[in-house]
């Protein structure tokens, strides 16, 4: 099964520019085993702008140079995600309650507390999953996250990663990368040349970012946990997103993939919001700043990971048991 339309007409200069430029024979054998295996026709045409220089190695080079699309959130006022008296009821149960929470644009917020708290539920109003049955939730000024479907809050800028991973097992990881790209971005022919330097250059941020790129013809499949958890992040990244929640990222994980992961995050945080849901606090400790701790649908403690941790309430609730 082709990922790619058999129509699909891809820049020649574009890849030329990414063949010079990566200087990495691996990504050139994908990429060309990308366009065999799909029957994709190669036009000679001359870019109607510079292409995108990129890294020469996958170091920390990675980032993104341009910014997001125009319909991105307006984030002025330095706000990335407005949350206030968030209410969720299924029948009479209150899975989240009076919930007020506010996300500064370039924050990585840590939120811990036990099974059942709400954080999951908390992810799913924020992606337009579940609606609130009160209350307000804004992402930047601009887009009301109780009124857009979850389609629209993707393309606003939010991208989640569940708690399992539900990678392409039978495609590469270079397949399943280029398979996350916008759909529009990846066929369509207008904007030709930028849309094929885009796509390539946040192919090449995504690798070095997920430092999966001795990975790259590898069946997803064979990966690790660890891997196949990192390649998820890597096909959010294809969307260019702003706001990134991950849920329980380091479930399952040994301690070096946890250790790994937390570097990831790390590296996220540079280009991206973050909210990470998460009961490992060894990971918690290694990438937190402000940490909220949430309990029965409400917010318990808010602080340092040492400030929540001393914390009588959240010593009760959960952190004691
Ligand atoms: P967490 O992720 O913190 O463990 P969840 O957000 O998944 O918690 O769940 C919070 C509470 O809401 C739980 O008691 C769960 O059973 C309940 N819940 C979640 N989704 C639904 C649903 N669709 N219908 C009924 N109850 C739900
Ligand atoms: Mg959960």
């Given at each position: 099964m082709s990922i790619i339309s058999n129509n699909t007409t891809f820049q020649k200069t574009a890849n030329d520019a990414l063949i010079k430029n990566v200087n990495n024979p691996s990504i050139n054998k994908a990429m060309e085993n990308l366009e065999n295996a799909n029957n994709i026709t190669i036009a000679e045409t001359t870019p109607t702008q510079p292409v995108t220089t990129l890294a020469?190695?996958?170091?920390?080079?990675?980032?993104?140079a341009q910014p997001v699309?125009?319909?991105?959130?307006?984030m002025r006022h330095g706000i990335a995600l407005y949350l206030e008296d968030v209410s969720v009821w299924f029948d009479s149960f209150r899975?989240?309650?009076?919930l007020s929470l506010y996300i500064e644009a370039g924050e990585l917020r840590c939120i811990i507390g036990p099974n059942g708290a709400g954080k999951t539920t908390l992810m799913d109003v924020i992606t337009g999953k579940t609606r609130p049955t009160k209350g307000s939730a804004f992402?930047?000024?601009?887009?009301n996250l109780a009124k857009l479907s979850t389609e629209e809050i993707a393309e606003a800028g939010i991208g989640r990663k569940f708690q399992k991973p539900t990678v392409?097992?039978?495609?590469t990881v270079l397949d399943n990368l280029m398979l996350a790209a916008p759909k529009d971005k990846r066929v369509s022919k207008s904007w030709f040349t930028k849309i094929d330097a885009e796509i390539k250059d946040t192919l090449d941020s995504t690798l070095a970012q997920i430092r999966l790129k001795d990975m790259?013809?590898?069946?997803?499949?064979?990966?690790s946990h660890g891997q196949k958890q990192w390649l998820e992040i890597g096909m959010l990244l294809m969307q260019r997103p702003k706001l990134i929640l991950l849920d329980?990222?380091?479930?399952?994980?040994t301690d070096a993939e946890t250790e790994h992961t937390a570097e990831l995050c790390l590296r996220l945080k540079k280009n991206h919001t973050l909210i990470v849901v998460e009961h490992d606090m060894t990971f918690i400790d290694a990438i937190s700043e402000k940490v909220t701790v949430l309990a029965n649908g409400a917010i318990l403690a808010e602080g340092t990971l040492a400030d929540v941790q001393n914390n009588e309430a959240v010593i009760e609730t959960y952190l004691g048991r």
């Open positions: 020469e190695d996958y170091g920390d080079s990675g980032g993104f699309s125009k319909s991105g959130p307006d899975a989240l309650n009076d992402f930047g000024q601009v887009h392409f097992e039978k495609f790259i013809n590898k069946p997803a499949g064979l990966l329980e990222p380091v479930a399952g994980m």
